[in-house]
């Protein structure tokens, strides 16, 4: 596979959640976020995830295309440059596409809630929600993939890490970078939970029972209601920063 070159404007942005007793599923819940009655715009949800890089699928003439997986055709919109570099390989036999970066906020904003777009997941970090939600509710998560889904669809009623469009968002209070500020919801677990340990010196084990998941479908209900509070700021994964020259 030959190696892509990528250019996308990069990001940042935090926010915090409170958290569940430990032993229940940690759910982000809107009562300690800052507070703002209006629902979000479309301009809003542009500028709240404006710098957060996503990818996806473009012709020769740039244009994102249509992808049929069988139930219907959409654009997809991956949030993981691995996921889009696999689902090229996966889709373009000719090698006519090209991994387009762009942003995700300007996606959501022109897409999100459409049936004519589908915004793709890591699948380790889909992996890594539901370890979590299992790990949280005392038991032991499986290690086999299948088996970890089929667990994780058991214990949580919800599914809100069941599909491969539900992407997860992590986020740890204690993460604030100020008292009256909100702490990060990251997209990658990984460095949120690299953060935690280098910020903390406790173990990752030791954040189990203080982080928040959410996914980007019921973040983006949340941020267009009309609730009191709502998350402000999220963080790109530092693996797509990089891959698009600004890590």
Request: hydrophobic share 45%.
């Amino acid at each position: 596979m030959r190696a892509l070159s990528l250019v996308v404007a990069t990001a940042a942005a935090l926010q915090r959640a409170s958290l569940r007793r430990r032993g229940a599923p940690r759910r982000a819940t809107h009562g300690a976020l800052r507070a703002t009655s209006a629902p979000c715009s479309d301009a809003d949800i542009a500028a709240l995830f404006g710098d957060v890089p996503c990818f996806s699928l473009a012709d020769a003439d740039g244009q994102l295309v249509l992808l049929d997986d069988g139930k219907g055709k959409a654009i997809e919109f991956y949030v993981d440059v691995d996921v889009a570099v696999r689902r090229k390989q996966y889709w373009d036999e000719k090698d006519a596409l090209t991994v387009k970066p762009l942003s995700l906020g300007k996606a959501l904003a022109a897409y999100g809630g459409s049936d004519d777009a589908r915004f793709v997941a890591s699948p380790d970090e889909l992996s890594e929600a539901r370890r979590m939600f299992l790990e949280c509710t005392g038991q032991q998560p499986p290690e086999d993939p299948e088996a970890l889904l089929a667990a994780y669809e058991e214990a949580d009623a919800r599914s809100s890490f069941g599909a491969p469009t539900d992407v997860p968002l992590f986020s740890i209070d204690a993460l604030r970078l100020a008292a009256d500020e909100p702490a990060p919801w990251y997209f990658s677990s990984k460095d949120l939970l690299e953060t935690w340990e280098s910020a903390s010196g406790k173990p990752r084990e030791a954040a189990l029972d203080k982080i928040a998941i959410m996914n980007l479908s019921e973040m983006l209900r949340v941020l267009k209601s009309a609730a009191p509070t709502k998350p402000t700021l999220f963080l790109a994964a530092m693996s797509n920063l990089q891959a698009v020259g600004r890590g």
